[in-house]
């Protein structure tokens, strides 16, 4: 069978091989396991290319966020509004610095948090608001940190926006954003990896401190902090794929462009709805979702992966109805365009190395699913 992955990792790594190897090597020889040079370097390279002052690389996406909200001076009593509709690390990491997670809905088209169901969330314990750039593009930060008091901080959650930007402004510029190297993000590391980005010089020392047991010399610990690093070896694999970052995004914005097209009659059939980009937005397509219409979703998915087609799910259940969340209050209908996304949409395999015939057949593929 012609096996169609969600993400080709194995062809990322082929493209990276060699600069991997010899990194590795040097890592091994300098016996620089945790920080050093190619940390360093990953971290000037990283913030150079996202457009920031400051990149501290940590141990994973969900660390990332937990420390960018604490550097917030986010904690116990406080209120964070976050979207409904993310992945659960996000609201995991609000709770983790001891705040409450105060849930919103998704705007029904592009999927990003409501604007303005976000400010009306806003109360008198609320110390920071999480926009998620989701599936690749940004949310409208700056719209929403100029209606926001000042006491309430934007904290940017960009685990799936490596290189997108809004009306020119890329994520962490001007305020504070977290992303995530996890193997399947367009910049993926070959096991957990992360990062604080900002131009604030303070919160990025905050962060460095907090995240290497509360200080940034040996043995001095100025305030409460525990352990999230970044390792030289992944650092290595972060510094080569991050070269051809800005050429994968641009493969990637081709790939998405095709599967409109290919995917036109199912839309004029009424069978499925396309991604809607945002006005202003440049998309990096970390993933390519569809909405489905007039089928059941599970049994489509189930369809496409037994003919070798990786679709999946992102995400099967809204952070609401979690049980890790119950106790938030919420129940079915409090959100229902979080709700409806969640019921309806799936991913198509999408990376930067596709072929137009892979493409083809995955969306021959849906066509006889939705049939």
Not at 9 to 17: D, I, P, T, W
Request: hydrophobic share 45%; aromatic share 6%.
């Amino acid at each position: 069978m012609n096996q169609i992955p969600l993400v080709d990792l194995k062809a990322a790594h082929a493209e990276v091989a060699e600069d991997v190897r010899t990194g590795f090597e040097r890592v091994l020889a300098n016996t620089a396991f945790i920080g050093g040079e190619e940390v360093r370097a990953f971290e000037r390279e990283y913030a150079a290319f996202a457009g920031v002052a400051h990149c501290v690389g940590v141990a994973n996406g969900t660390d990332a966020l937990e420390l960018a909200l604490r550097a917030s001076g986010v904690g116990a009593g406080h209120e964070v509004v976050l979207p409904a509709n993310t992945f659960i690390a996000t609201a995991g990491a609000v709770a983790r610095t001891g705040a409450r997670p105060v849930l919103v809905d998704c705007d029904p088209d592009t999927y990003l948090m409501d604007g303005p169901a976000a400010l009306d969330a806003v109360g008198g314990a609320t110390r920071a608001v999480v926009p998620v750039h989701l599936y690749g593009q940004c949310a409208d930060v700056e719209a929403l940190a100029a209606a926001l008091p000042p006491r309430v901080a934007v904290v940017e959650d960009a685990a799936q926006s490596q290189g997108a930007a809004r009306d020119g402004r890329s994520p962490g510029r001007g305020g504070i954003a977290s992303t995530s190297f996890y193997p399947g993000k367009n910049l993926g590391a070959y096991g957990d990896a992360g990062a604080v980005l900002t131009d604030d010089g303070e919160r990025a020392g905050l962060v460095r401190a907090i995240a290497n047991h509360g200080g940034v010399a040996k043995y001095r610990h100025d305030v409460a902090g525990f352990n999230s690093r970044l390792d030289g070896l992944q650092a290595v694999v972060l510094r080569a794929k991050l070269a051809g970052l800005a050429a994968g995004n641009t493969a990637r914005r081709a790939a998405a462009a095709r599967y409109d097209e290919l995917l036109s009659g199912l839309v004029a059939a009424g069978r499925v709805v396309l991604p809607v980009t945002a006005a202003g937005s440049a998309h990096v397509w970390h993933l390519y979702v569809i909405r489905v219409l007039g089928a059941d979703r599970d049994e489509v998915v189930g369809k496409l992966n037994a003919e070798g087609i990786g679709a999946g799910v992102h995400y099967p259940a809204p952070v609401h109805l979690t049980p890790a969340f119950a106790h938030l209050g919420h129940r079915r209908g409090d959100f229902p365009h979080a709700e409806e996304a969640a019921d309806r949409i799936l991913s198509l395999p999408l990376y930067p190395q596709i072929t137009a015939d892979q493409q083809q057949r995955v969306v021959d593929v849906l066509a006889g699913a939705l049939r």
